[in-house]
């Protein structure tokens, strides 16, 4: 697989403005921060999920400790196997939800450049062709001659 030499998008972004332009953007809303910050909370879910890590190995070392046998090791295999398995699938999970918003916010982005661009292609503000007005409304439709009634139709 190819390894990606730009940066990503979101990044990139906050890469070529000046502060008062990324400040300006920030406070109007117009450029969104909560794709970088879902990454950083993204690291800090996965820190955690390392230091739970070594509490569950921990915790199957205290158990294989506490007494002296052979049955306190036969008991701690399975308790650091299963909290291993239930570390991973917290991992995959909280991997999945930080995607969502990820791609939630990404898709936002690709259709503010949608947008931008149909504008363009549009020429959003130009003068628009305005619909034709409505003929007159008049009582004495009988008076006139039929070739003035088409007309108004």
Same mark, same amino acid.
């Given at each position: 697989?190819?390894?990606?030499?730009?940066?990503?998008?979101?990044?990139?972004?906050?890469?070529?403005?000046?502060?008062?332009?990324?400040?300006?953007?920030?406070?109007?809303?117009?450029?969104?921060?909560?794709?970088?910050?879902?990454?950083?909370?993204?690291?800090?879910? !996965?820190?955690? /999920? +390392?230091? %739970?890590?070594?509490?569950?190995?921990?915790?199957?070392?205290? $158990? =294989? &400790?506490?007494?002296?046998?052979?049955?306190?090791w036969?008991?701690?295999?399975?308790v650091?196997?299963?909290?291993? !398995?239930?570390l /991973? +699938?917290? %991992?995959l999970?909280?991997?999945?939800?930080?995607?969502?918003? $990820? =791609? &939630?916010?990404?898709?936002?982005?690709?259709?503010?450049?949608?947008?931008?661009?149909?504008?363009?292609?549009?020429?959003?503000?130009?003068?628009?062709?305005?619909?034709?007005?409505?003929?007159?409304?008049?009582?004495?439709?009988?008076?006139?001659?039929?070739?003035?009634?088409?007309?108004?139709?």
């Open positions: 697989m190819p390894r990606r030499t730009t940066p990503r998008p979101s990044i990139k972004g906050f890469q070529k403005t000046s502060m008062k332009a990324l400040f300006w953007d920030l406070l109007t809303f117009d450029r969104l921060m909560t794709g970088p910050v879902i990454h950083i909370i993204y690291w800090c879910g !996965l820190a955690l /999920l +390392v230091l %739970g890590g070594f509490s569950v190995i921990g915790g199957a070392v205290g $158990v =294989a &400790l506490r007494e002296p046998g052979i049955m306190s036969i008991l701690a295999v399975p650091l196997v299963a909290g291993l !398995l239930v /991973l +699938v917290m %991992g999970l909280w991997r999945s939800f930080c995607e969502l918003y $990820v =791609a &939630l916010f990404r898709i936002a982005d690709d259709l503010r450049v949608m947008r931008a661009f149909v504008e363009q292609d549009h020429g959003v503000g130009a003068a628009r062709p305005s619909a034709a007005p409505a003929p007159a409304q008049t009582s004495d439709i009988g008076d006139k001659g039929d070739a003035d009634l088409v007309s108004k139709i």
